[in-house]
């Protein structure tokens, strides 16, 4: 178990994110809940994982699946109660697992009590808690358009204003300009530390100091003042773990994220390795090319490296599952699935793991009347109205849509994989017959076992938390591979991100190396099999 009173304890750890309306129902809801929470703790624990990001479990109507809370201090009746919480996060403790919740600051559910008080009138004191401009119910005040659809101003006709939300309706954005609304916000995470929740995950946190008039959403002028306030207000104790969420983050705004003085967050998830195939927008992609994927990790492993602080991951409840994105979901989707792990694990930085990626699971074809999230049914709508061919919309939201992350949690083979006796609220997906954790967990040639392998490793070699990077070949489109080192301990990780053979060469100075995780039995001399990896290492222990 990790020393969680040590300094930057998370920088040796491996955290695993749950969905929890997907996990596990114990009800027959077809929701996941709490208890199913706690029902698959000794599973987590076999993983070997640090802490959990619980995605959103506070009250919320579920506009966008909990991303919409209506009261920040109350679990929502279908996750369980506020007592089920506190044994989450006691049973989660017992096994050495931090418990890390999902905070959504930028906005509120338009049911939360804020939202209904400021709808009453101009004067409510509750008015200025979220951001209006006048209007005429005909022209908006600009044109700016939501993440979710349509215009990010909606009207309420008997305050003659527009009030503002960058994503959907019922999503009113909080006005971080009003000290009130700060005050409220940190007394709320207070009360959720006093209950023992060790670390936040914080929802588009880049996005809090938005200035509409001047047509400003991420990487507004105060937001690094308004991130220092926060930290300072509400994260003081030594032991939080912070990660933002930062689509708009760079290399260089992500060192004030992740300074090394703790005056912001513990670090960021930045997306410029996963907007790389993006034309536009994420709907309409180009292949990977695999040379700049590389040069984009090598800019984040040597811009943070000693100045900040990486946070390692290729999916989450947003993204689409990574074997069906970079790698193989037929004959090598196991091969595939450990490639990419070891690529990701191998790197400077705290890994993430979603649920049922340390299964290689995989997307999900589903038919319009299936699709449950909000972004996808409006963005559905929206580009066919646009005279888009539904067939290739189709096809954008196959590639990328955020339902095929969401399919319940594959369990076992059996009816629903698991995860239900009722009927699911979303699809399960079909091949749970032979993608499971049951059939998985004692398989040591498991993906599940590879994954539990990696996290040991990062635990037992200081060089995967220390050491420097050093890609190597950076305009080969087949090959990723990369070295790190210290001062004592050197090591070798290679990839082969293809379907077929690819020429490599193991540099002189790994000939007699260790190896200390593979994807293929024995290594072959001068060339990596499909969706080969490996990593080598030189150095004591
Ligand atoms: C974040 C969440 C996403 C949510 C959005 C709005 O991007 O990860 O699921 O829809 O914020 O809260």
Redesign the pocket.
């Given at each position: 178990m990790l020393d969680k009173t040590r300094r930057g304890w998370w920088k040796s750890a491996v955290f695993y994110q749950i969905y929890p309306k997907s996990f596990q129902d114990t009800t027959a809801s077809g929701v996941g809940d709490l208890r199913g929470i706690i029902s698959r703790l000794d599973y987590l624990a076999e993983l070997g994982i640090d802490g959990i990001w619980l995605?959103p479990v506070f009250a919320s109507p579920q506009a966008?699946?909990g991303?919409?809370i209506s009261d920040y201090r109350a679990i929502d009746p279908m996750f369980g109660s506020m007592d089920d919480m506190d044994e989450l996060i006691r049973e989660a403790k017992r096994r050495g697992i931090s418990i890390i919740m999902?905070l959504?600051l930028?906005?509120s559910s338009d049911e939360h009590f804020w939202f209904k008080e400021a709808l009453k009138s101009r004067d409510n004191p509750y008015h200025d808690w979220y951001v209006w401009r006048d209007g005429d119910g005909i022209t908006p005040p600009n044109d700016m358009r939501a993440?979710?659809g349509g215009s990010c101003w909606t009207y309420v006709p008997h305050l003659g204003q527009y009030y503002f939300h960058?994503?959907?309706v019922k999503?009113p954005d909080l006005n971080w300009e009003n000290p009130d609304v700060r005050r409220a916000l940190y007394d709320m995470i207070r009360f959720w530390v006093e209950r023992g929740v060790e670390g936040f995950r914080l929802?588009?946190i880049d996005q809090i100091a938005k200035e509409p008039d001047n047509h400003i959403t991420g990487n507004g002028p105060r937001l690094h003042e308004f991130l220092r306030e926060l930290s300072r207000e509400a994260f003081r104790e030594e032991g939080l773990v912070t990660v933002g969420?930062a689509?708009g983050a760079d290399v260089e705004r992500a060192r004030l994220y992740s300074a090394e003085d703790g005056s912001e967050l513990s670090m960021v998830f930045q997306f410029q390795h996963m907007c790389l195939e993006d034309c536009g927008d994420k709907w309409h992609t180009r292949p990977l090319s695999l040379p700049e994927l590389k040069r984009c990790f090598e800019r984040w492993q040597h811009g943070l490296h000693n100045a900040g602080w990486n946070s390692l991951f290729m999916n989450?409840?947003?993204l689409p599952r990574i074997v069906s994105r970079w790698g193989d979901e037929g004959a090598l989707r196991e091969t595939s699935a450990k490639m990419l792990a070891t690529m990701l694990h191998g790197m400077q930085g705290t890994p993430y793991i979603y649920q049922g990626e340390e299964l290689g699971m995989t997307n999900m074809h589903m038919t319009v009347d299936q699709f449950a999230d909000?972004?996808t049914i409006n963005h559905y709508h929206e580009a066919v109205a646009r005279g888009e061919n539904p067939g290739d919309v189709m096809a954008g939201i196959y590639r990328r849509g955020?339902d095929n992350a969401r399919t319940p949690m594959q369990w076992d083979a059996g009816k629903n994989a698991g995860f239900t006796t009722g009927t699911p609220w979303l699809p399960v997906n079909e091949n749970h017959t032979y993608i499971n954790a049951a059939a998985q967990v004692g398989d040591p040639d498991s993906v599940f076992s590879y994954y539990k392998r990696l996290i040991t490793l990062r635990k037992q070699y200081d060089v995967f938390r220390d050491g420097s990077f050093t890609l190597l070949c950076p305009e080969d489109e087949n090959v990723f591979a990369y070295t790190r080192d210290t001062a004592d301990a050197h090591m070798l990780v290679m990839c082969n991100f293809t379907g077929s053979e690819a020429a490599f060469d193991v540099p002189e100075d790994y000939q007699n190396a260790k190896t200390l995780i593979a994807n293929y039995e024995d290594a072959a001399a001068g060339r990596l099999r499909p969706y080969e990896a490996r990593i080598m290492y030189v150095g004591r222990g």
């Open positions: 995605s966008d699946n991303y919409d999902d959504v930028n906005h993440t979710f960058q994503f959907a999503q929802d588009v969420e689509w989450n409840h947003d909000v972004e955020r």
